[in-house]
């Protein structure tokens, strides 16, 4: 494949005053083999109208309705249509640098199938960005520029929706839009995680994201945190967690608390330890609990940490380095 087709999924609702600058990104990539799917999931403003108006003078550009509700409906619809051998993701509120295209296809291309490419990205909102998504977009961008993203799946997640690329065959191998998982996002980056795509390392910014305070995953109760929880909580379980290992579960927040509620409800042993004074030896859910210390009478132990302080982080994992327990295997955490 020389110049393969590309096929960008660009499902839409409600962003008419985005989707101009969004579809003139696409047309302004110095990649010029691919075609444009984007999907009206129900809009009741003049979206439809605005992708239109683009489709009539560019063929590449198609412009369908969600055959069901809800992004993933729309997802799975523009799939159905897509031809690419090269398939992407875009949010219709965003934007692609112009050398978004050619820098993925060229990577893919270089590295075969079993990969994903991704690209660094930018938050940009006309209010400012706040210090959370600053330093999220930070700690995003220097796993990518290593290609480390998987390390930290059980963070947050690794890939964001908008910026990657794979072979059409791989996305098949992984399910693609498949499962009614939210957030799905995250979902699908546990698959390719679970399906052993290699992540391309990338130093450039290719995406620029944009935050406002009606963006879906500030408004939809599927990006909450319990969701998160959920996905984190399943594939652990699916893919990491080894029932030879005693299973141990760090902190006694919200985090820990769901966690705990979970494990419980399918009948998975575990201990439950914290720093907290006010809560050890008190029991929570029938489940005492106890201080870290006892963590030296368990043996061949697996962690999941709920603990959200950095500085206790940082402390978690020197205890662990001390024991010479490795991330990914021994410990996972979950925030």
Known sequence: MKNPLVSILVPYKNTQAYLPAC?????????????LIAVNDHSTDNSPEVVAEFSKKDYRIININNHGKGIIAALRTGFAHSKGSFITRMDSDDIMVPHRLDYMVRALLKNGTGHVAVGQVNYFSDRGISNGYDRYE??????????????????ECVIPSPCWMTYREDFIKCGGFSPDRYPEDYDLTFRFYENHLKI?????????????????????????????LDIKLFYFLKLDHDPNKTLVVWGAGNKGKKI????????????????????????????????????EELPNTQSIITVANEEAQ??????????????????????
């Not at 130093?203 to 009606?214: E, I, S």
């Open 200 to 228: 391309i390392p990338c130093d450039q910014v290719l995406l620029l994201w944009r935050d406002y305070d009606t963006r879906t995953s500030r408004t939809s109760e599927h990006y909450a945190q319990n969701y998160f």
């Open 138 to 155: 930070k700690w995003l961008n220097k796993l990518t520029a290593k290609g480390t993203n998987y390390s930290e799946i059980y963070k």
């Open 23 to 35: 579809i003139s990104s696409i047309l302004e990539q110095t990649y010029d083999q691919w075609q």
């Open 314 to 335: 940082k402390e978690i994992k020197d205890y662990f380095n001390s024991r010479n327990m490795q991330p990914m295997t021994d410990y996972f955490f979950f925030c």
């Open 260 to 295: 705990a509620r979970e494990l419980l409800k399918k009948e998975i042993p575990f201990y439950w330890v914290c720093d907290n004074p006010k809560k050890i030896g008190k029991d929570i859910y029938g489940k005492k609990m106890l201080p870290f210390k006892i963590l």
